[in-house]
Nanobody, 115 residues
Framework: QVQLVESGGGLVQAGGSLRLSCTAS????????MRWYRQAPGKQRELVAT???????NYADSVKGRFTISRDNAKNTVYLQINSLKPEDTAVYYCRSTTVHYDYWGQGTQVTVSS
């Protein structure tokens, strides 16, 4: 059974930092591209960061310079380091793992940024 479990969310003040984790089980983690999405209340889910199986990264323009995605294949885990948090970063953050044939989502972790 495939599972993606996010953790690390919480309530933080603006300007603070968080590191989100997403740990996978039931897949050969190293061959999957991993993505972080977020969904704010009343808004569509948006892609914020991607890391490929080869380690290449890409970011949404809105988070460049503040978000860093990384992966540890030995721990089957992808991370999202979020710095200089803003109230507009408040959202549920989801991880997603994909290959050509497979597509899995986690259940999300809430990040709330107070001003």
């Amino acid at each position: 059974q495939v599972q993606l479990v996010e953790s690390g969310g919480g309530l933080v003040q603006a300007g603070g930092s968080l590191r989100l984790s997403c740990t996978a089980s039931g897949i050969i983690f190293s061959i999957f591209s991993m993505r972080w999405y977020r969904q704010a209340p009343g808004k569509q889910r948006e892609l914020v960061a991607t890391i490929t199986s080869a380690g290449s990264t890409n970011y949404a323009d809105s988070v460049k310079g503040r978000f860093t995605i990384s992966r540890d294949n030995a721990k089957n885990t992808v991370y999202l380091q979020i710095n200089s948090l803003k109230p507009e970063d408040t959202a549920v953050y989801y991880c997603r793992s994909t290959t050509v044939h497979y597509d899995y989502w986690g259940q999300g972790t809430q990040v709330t940024v107070s001003s």
